[in-house]
C-alpha cells in the first residue's frame, strides 16, 4: 500500500512482484483509469486516501488493504474523480464514512454508497487538465531536481570514495575533467587504516573535517523556524516545509548546515535534509534527534550533505546505533570515529561550485513547484465547487507562470 501514499498520481514505478493465478489478476487487475483508496490506516486521515492510475506497464494486482474503484469512462473523469477526493469537499465525504476502531478504516460498500458532485463530462475533463497540468509541472521539476542530486552525488563518490580521477591517471586514462580540474589529482594511491587513499590527502577523523552540532544561539520562546522529523527527505536535499514556533528545547541549525536523523528507523530510512530554507542571519531549529553538520573551512557547506548521503557514511551511523530496541539512535559522539581522506582546499573548492550549482537550481526548482502546489490546492476546491471557472482558472494562471522552464 506504500505506493498509494508515495505517488498519489501513480506512474508505472517498481513494485514488489507476486505469484498471482489468471483469476487472481482478473479480479484484483489494476488498470489505467483506476482510483485506489487506502482501506486503513494507523493515522485517521490516511484512511480513504486516493491515488489515479496514470500508467501501467505490465500485469498489475492491488493488495487486501487497497479498494479499487473503477469509473465508468462514459459518464466520469478518472482524473477529475482524484481531484475531488483531494478537495476539501471529497475529504470530508470520505470523512462520514470512516470508522475508528482500531485502525481507522473505510469499506467499499460505503465508499460505493458516497453521492458526489458529477459536472458535465467535458467539465470535468477541463478541471482536471488545469489541475493536471500544474501537477505536471511539479513532477516534471522533481524529476530534474532527482537527476541534478544524482548528478551531483556521483560526482562525489568519484572524486572522494572511489578517487576515479587518480586511478584514471596511474592507468593512463584521460579523466574526463577539464585539464585545470584534473591537475588538482595526484597520480598515485597509498595505502591507509581505510584502504587505499590519493598521496598527499591525510586521512583525518570527521571532526577535523566536520564540526558536528555547532552552537548556535536562540532565547527560549524566540519564535523561529522549526523543522519537524515528519518533514525530513528522504530523497533529495529539501524538507517538505517548516513553520513558525516559540524554540523550547531541540537541535538548531542555519543556512548550510545538513541535519541527519540518528534515530531509528528514521536513519535507515535515509532522512537527511541540506538547509537552505533560512532567511539570511536566521536560526532555525528541531528534534533533539537531529545531528547537525557544518563542515569546517575551507570545504564548502554542501561537502557535508553529500558526504552523510554516501553509503559507507550511512553504513557507519547504522552500525554505531545503540539503545532498546525501536528507540535506537547512533549518539553524535561515534562519529568521530569515522575517518576519511582529507581533500586538498583547490579539489574541495572545485566540487563546491559544482554542488552550489546543482543545489542552487534545485532549490529553485522546490521553490517554483512549491508556489505551483500553492496554486493549486487554492484553485481544487473552487474548481470542483464551481466557484470558479475553467476560463478564469486558466486566464489566472497564464501571467504568472507563463515565465517558468519547461
Not at 487472481?24 to 492510475?53: H, T
Not at 584534473?182 to 597520480?187: E, K, S, T, V
Not at 549518539?331 to 559544482?354: D, T, Y
Request: charged share 25%; glycine share 8%; hydrophobic share 40%.
Amino acid at each position: 500500500m506504500g505506493e498509494v501514499f508515495a505517488h498519489p498520481r501513480l506512474h508505472a514505478v517498481p513494485m514488489r512482484r507476486v505469484g498471482l493465478s489468471e483469476s487472481e489478476i482478473e479480479r484484483f487487475s489494476v488498470a489505467k483509469g483506476d482510483l485506489l483508496f487506502a482501506r486503513r490506516s494507523l493515522v485517521a486521515e490516511g484512511a480513504g486516501k486516493c491515488c489515479v492510475v496514470l500508467d501501467v506497464d505490465e500485469p498489475t494486482a492491488f493488495e487486501s488493504s487497497i479498494i479499487r474503484a473503477r469509473p465508468d469512462a462514459t459518464m466520469s473523469d478518472a482524473l477529475y474523480l482524484y481531484y475531488y477526493f483531494c478537495s476539501p469537499s471529497g475529504l470530508h465525504r470520505l470523512d462520514t464514512i470512516r470508522r475508528q476502531v482500531a485502525v481507522a478504516g473505510i469499506t467499499g460498500r460505503d465508499l460505493s454508497g458516497l453521492e458526489i458532485p458529477a459536472p458535465p463530462l467535458a467539465q470535468q475533463r477541463a478541471i482536471a487538465r488545469v489541475l493536471g497540468t500544474l501537477d505536471d509541472k511539479i513532477e516534471l521539476d522533481q524529476r530534474m531536481n532527482a537527476t541534478l542530486e544524482a548528478m551531483a552525488r556521483a560526482l562525489f563518490k568519484s572524486w572522494f570514495v572511489d578517487f576515479d580521477p587518480v586511478r584514471a591517471k596511474m592507468e593512463g586514462r584521460d579523466t574526463g575533467l577539464p585539464n585545470e580540474i584534473a591537475d588538482l589529482f595526484p597520480d598515485r594511491m597509498v595505502d591507509s587504516d581505510v584502504g587505499e587513499i590519493p598521496e598527499g590527502w591525510a586521512l583525518v577523523p570527521l571532526p577535523d573535517l566536520i564540526e558536528v552540532n555547532p552552537s548556535r544561539s536562540l532565547r527560549r520562546g524566540e519564535i523561529a523556524p522549526y523543522l519537524q522529523m515528519a518533514n525530513m527527505p528522504t530523497l533529495g536535499h529539501a524538507p517538505d516545509s517548516a513553520d513558525r514556533r516559540p524554540f523550547s528545547s531541540g537541535m538548531r541549525f542555519a543556512n548550510g548546515d545538513t541535519l541527519v536523523a540518528r534515530i531509528t528507523p528514521c536513519l535507515e530510512n535515509g532522512k537527511i535534509a541540506y538547509v537552505d530554507f533560512l532567511r539570511d542571519e536566521e536560526i532555525g531549529w528541531g528534534s533533539t534527534e537531529y545531528i547537525v553538520m557544518k563542515p569546517r573551512h575551507p570545504l564548502p557547506s554542501e561537502f557535508a550533505y553529500f558526504l552523510a548521503r554516501t553509503a559507507r557514511f550511512r553504513k557507519f551511523a547504522i552500525q554505531n546505533m545503540s539503545g532498546t530496541s525501536g528507540r535506537q539512535r547512533v549518539p553524535a559522539s561515534a562519529l568521530w570515529g569515522f575517518s576519511m581522506p582529507s581533500p586538498p582546499e583547490p579539489i574541495g573548492k572545485a566540487f563546491g561550485r559544482a554542488a552550489q550549482l546543482v543545489l542552487g537550481r534545485a532549490k529553485a526548482a522546490v521553490d517554483e513547484s512549491r508556489a505551483l502546489a500553492n496554486c493549486r490546492d487554492a484553485l481544487l476546491p473552487k474548481l470542483v465547487s464551481g466557484q470558479v471557472r475553467v476560463k478564469a482558472a486558466i486566464g489566472s494562471l497564464a501571467p504568472s507562470h507563463s515565465g517558468t522552464n519547461g
